[in-house]
């Protein structure tokens, strides 16, 4: 599980865009609001410039080694397995209870 919390960090933060709310106006009964442009959260810290050098590279390693496609293909991977596992474990008793219920309707 800690595996797949992982993954998701690297593909929410390095590759999913996010719009921030820079300004909501109320006039009158309309509230018109302005966005800014979309950036995923690391190139939103990277701008900031608050990150020092020797923190700041490794994740840009990470990020330039790593492949989008794949990494969104493994996490819906391990979802499923997920999935899976919680359904087997459902409907297992169930079963058992279905079929002691029809052995004392034979017996």
């Known amino acids: 599980m800690n595996r797949l919390y992982d993954q998701m960090w690297c593909y929410y933060n390095f590759f999913q865009p996010v719009m921030h709310l820079e300004e909501k106006i109320c006039e009158g009964n309309q509230v018109k609001r302005r966005w800014d442009q979309a950036q995923t959260p ?20 990470l990020y330039q080694r790593t492949n989008p496609y794949l990494l969104r293909k493994r996490i819906y991977q391990q979802l499923d397995q997920i999935w899976q596992q919680s359904a087997e474990q459902t409907v297992a008793p169930m079963e058992r209870a279905m079929d002691a219920s029809i052995a004392r309707s034979i017996g």
């Open 42 to 61: 690391l190139e939103r810290l990277l701008l900031t410039g608050i990150v020092p050098q020797e923190k700041d590279q490794p994740l840009q390693d």
